[in-house]
């Protein structure tokens, strides 16, 4: 049996990102992440926040040293 997917509150979901509690807000206001309403309180799937970040890093881009240009 795989254990349960906490769910975060925006505070927990804030601390994480290491931004303020109105950044994780906004992303729920705008629709821009899946969330869960518990009565009145919105929880954010530990997965979700993983997938979120996930499809937003950027990775670096490798340059080989025989393919630089010199400026004239």
Do not use: W
């Not at 975060?8 to 869960?36: H, K, N, Y």
């Not at 919105?42 to 997965?47: D, H, L, P, T």
């Amino acid at each position: 049996m795989t254990p349960p997917d906490p769910l975060l509150s925006i505070a927990q979901v804030a601390d994480l990102l290491g931004t303020t509690e109105r950044f994780p807000r906004r992303l729920v206001a705008e629709r821009r992440i899946a969330f869960v309403k518990v009565g009145r309180h919105v929880r954010i799937r530990a997965s979700v926040l993983a997938e979120f970040l996930a499809a937003r890093t950027v990775q670096p881009v490798t340059i080989r040293r025989g393919h630089l240009r010199r400026a004239a």
